[in-house]
């Protein structure tokens, strides 16, 4: 078993390694003038079973190609096999047609990954499960749920305790950590525009009064729908709201509009390397799904179970 480390977030993948007591394999990354990138493997890699890591974040189109090329040198280098690990999936957002005339990209980049030689997928929270069917190679989506719940359950406990979907789109994600968490009480933020023209209102379904809120969701991006359903909940009564996103986008102000909204805290975890903005800002906390990927990494390796991980 090897790991190889692109650049998009090194400390997360030190930290995979460092769980699984396995060094880095020797690789180097590098620009030639135009910015066409060219990786080398300087050892051997030959009938190994090999792990990149890469989430395909902010600059995702860079980050996407640095991880086709590894694959690419990994597969003409002779892997046996090659997993590519995706903490975060780039381009996920984009897993339907919005309208006529647009493309599908999620299943777009699904493609380029296979064909530049991976043989396995893994990744954390997908937007949504369905595009574990873009792979037509083995694909495990993790989930950071159980991390989140150990989290919420330390500090808020399990009392007064309300999980909240920002949208109607996040219900299944937010009931199933509701379930981690004694069964606790689930509510929806409902975003509506009774007439065209005039602006959305936030209806929430059910009693939020007096509760400790968390919001649940797989991305904070620019911060907009997490900020105003904070809102929508401290207007309706709620005692506090705090939230737990998977992946931090955080782009442009986000980190401005999480300082400056109803929110007590944002948790996030490092499936994307947060920005020095977020480390700075005392509103925003990270919890580490390392040990869940090198987990899950190892039962890989091993060919045991990935989804008893989550019993
Ligand atoms: C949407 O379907 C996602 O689950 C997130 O709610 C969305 O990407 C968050 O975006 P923003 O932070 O820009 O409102």
Not at 164 to 182: E, F, H, I, M, T
Not at 283 to 299: C, D, H, N, Q, S
């Amino acid at each position: 078993m090897k790991i190889l480390a692109g650049n998009a977030n090194l400390p997360l993948a030190r930290a995979i390694a460092g769980y699984l007591e396995l060094p880095l394999t020797d690789a180097s990354v590098r620009r030639f003038a135009d910015e066409e990138i060219f990786v080398e493997i300087n050892e051997n890699v030959r009938g190994e079973d090999v792990f990149i890591v890469q989430s395909t974040s902010y600059p995702a189109n860079d980050n996407l190609m640095e991880l086709l090329i590894g694959i690419d040198a990994l597969r003409r280098a002779s892997a046996r096999r090659i997993t590519a690990v995706l903490p975060y999936f780039g381009y996920a957002r984009q897993d339907r047609k919005p309208g006529p005339r647009t493309p599908i990209s999620a299943k777009l980049v699904a493609n380029l990954i296979t064909e530049a030689g991976a043989n396995r997928v893994l990744s954390v929270d997908l937007h949504a499960g369905q595009i574990q069917g873009f792979f037509d190679i083995p694909t495990d989506n993790l989930y950071a749920a159980p991390v989140m719940a150990a989290d919420i359950l330390a500090r808020y406990g399990s009392q007064d305790l309300m999980v909240v979907s920002p949208d109607v789109g996040g219900v299944v994600r937010a009931r199933a950590l509701a379930k981690r968490l004694d069964n606790a009480a689930l509510a929806i933020v409902d975003k509506r525009r009774e007439r065209p023209g005039e602006s959305e209102v936030m209806n929430i379904i059910g009693e939020v009064a007096g509760r400790n809120c968390v919001l649940i969701d797989d991305i904070v991006d620019s911060g907009g729908t997490l900020c105003n359903a904070a809102q929508a909940l401290m207007s309706a009564g709620a005692k506090s709201v705090a939230a737990y996103i998977t992946h931090g986008v955080l782009s442009g102000g986000a980190v401005a509009r999480v300082a400056g909204s109803a929110l007590t805290e944002l948790v996030i975890t490092d499936t994307i390397l947060p920005t020095e903005a977020a480390r700075e800002c005392d509103r925003i906390r990270v919890l580490t799904v390392a040990p869940l990927i090198g987990e899950a990494m190892r039962r890989i390796a091993d060919e045991s179970s990935v989804s008893s991980l989550f019993d």
